[in-house]
């Protein structure tokens, strides 16, 4: 009993442990670093990140269903990582309508179920430089069958933006007009400043619209790894500044010299400062007369092929040894005649190049000019016309005595050489 005084004190002291414990749990569940507004899985502060100490805000597998946190992120934050959530939609306004986050450079939105992005959802992006959307379910098409998701000014509030990541972005069985719709949005949104784009794993059998990329004045990396490309059915010409074009893991049986041609043209370009790279491995080549070309093609080119020794290809089951061969190293001996149609063919391209085009191509300028000048001829022409024939009564009255003058002249000329004695020799 003696002792039971001195016992209290540390009874108390291990209550008001507890007690503290147990609301420092608690406000543990209901907020986080970010404040009181963000759940606990999500983080704020300074972090490295490729490299550098940068403020971030990272909400990664926080299981959350709407962007409505996003209102409330610390104003100095550099980079936002928002990944692994269920937000099928993102609504306008995702950074709120008056918040100003001058010093965000990067947007992390990958994984996040995304099936349909409003013209409006980025405002007040004006620093952002990449923006990452991969593996999510975007639906741009204007021809959905429930309702149209073809927003073309998606993009248009990013500015500076320089980084565009849709890697496995868009939802499986796109529409063959994918390429159309993203023309449309690369027109509207102006991404004067876009230098790399990644379109790897989205199912891509071909372009529809060749000028897909025309409108991406600065690109210099275009990343098409992993589709279903068989040939490069798209415009690179117009894409003076591309120094890098990912097509492996595609479909190429072999690369025809129209493909082949465009890539020389633009790498001969005397404007260009950087050489093209281009990488063509883990396609499927077919070890036949197809492939001799593109063999020749590799050995002669200023292209920088990428892995070129070690690009491979696969003999038919047929074949003696169906073992897979370095293209490099094929005999092509029984080709002769392929090789030689394709080598003329890629010389045309040369000799078009240095020389002039052997036909020349009449641009769509010129051309218009050309039809505006006949049509103005054949409309002086029928305004001289229809005078002549509202003024045929003057000018017939106009014109009788010149016409009987002249008359006049030739018959005095005839009876004065009747006139002239005969002279005989």
Request: charged fraction near 20%; hydrophobic fraction near 40%; glycine fraction near 4%.
């Amino acid at each position: 009993m003696a002792n039971e005084p001195q016992m209290k004190p540390q009874v108390l002291l291990v209550t008001l442990v507890a007690i503290s414990a147990a609301l420092s749990l608690g406000s543990a569940e209901s907020s986080s670093s970010c404040g009181p507004n963000f759940p606990v899985a999500c983080s704020c502060g300074n972090e490295m990140y490729e490299g550098a100490v940068q403020f971030i805000v990272n909400c990664t597998n926080a299981g959350l269903h709407n962007t409505s946190v996003l209102e409330y992120m610390p104003e100095q934050v550099e980079i936002l990582i928002f990944t692994g959530n269920y937000i099928t939609e993102l609504p306008w306004n995702v950074f709120g309508s008056i918040n100003d986050y001058k010093q965000l450079k990067i947007v992390d939105m990958s994984n996040n179920h995304i099936r349909e992005i409003r013209g409006k959802s980025y405002h007040h992006v004006p620093r952002v430089e990449r923006l990452i959307l991969n593996h999510n379910n975007l639906s741009i098409s204007r021809y959905d069958d429930e309702v149209n998701h073809h927003h073309p000014r998606v993009f248009s509030n990013f500015v500076n933006l320089q980084s565009l990541h849709l890697t496995d972005a868009f939802e499986d069985h796109s529409s063959p007009q994918l390429s159309e719709d993203l023309h449309d949005i690369f027109v509207n949104s102006q991404l004067v400043k876009l230098e790399k784009l990644h379109l790897e794993q989205n199912e891509i059998t071909h372009f529809k619209d060749r000028n897909v990329f025309c409108d991406l004045p600065a690109l210099r990396d275009l990343h098409l790894g992993d589709n279903l490309l068989k040939d490069i059915n798209f415009e690179v010409r117009c894409l003076n500044n591309l120094r890098f074009l990912d097509l492996e893991r595609n479909k190429f049986e072999f690369v025809k010299p129209s493909d082949m041609r465009l890539l020389n043209e633009l790498q001969e370009r005397e404007n260009r400062t950087v050489n093209l790279i281009v990488d063509f491995n883990l396609n499927p080549f077919v070890c036949d007369c197809k492939i001799s070309p593109f063999r020749t093609w590799l050995q002669a080119t200023r292209v920088q092929v990428r892995n070129q020794e070690s690009l491979m290809c696969f003999h038919g089951l047929q074949h003696v040894d169906p073992a897979p061969a370095h293209i490099l190293q094929l005999d092509m001996s029984e080709c002769a005649a392929t090789m030689a149609a394709a080598a003329s063919f890629l010389n045309i391209a040369e000799n078009e190049q240095l020389y002039g085009q052997l036909q020349p191509h009449i641009s769509g300028h010129t051309a218009t000019l050309i039809f505006l000048l006949i049509v103005l001829s054949m409309i002086l022409l029928g305004l001289l016309v229809a005078l002549v024939y509202v003024s045929r009564d003057k000018l017939k009255y106009m014109m009788t005595p010149v016409f009987d003058n002249v008359a006049k002249k030739v018959q005095y000329t005839s009876i004065k050489d009747e006139d002239c004695p005969e002279v005989h020799v």
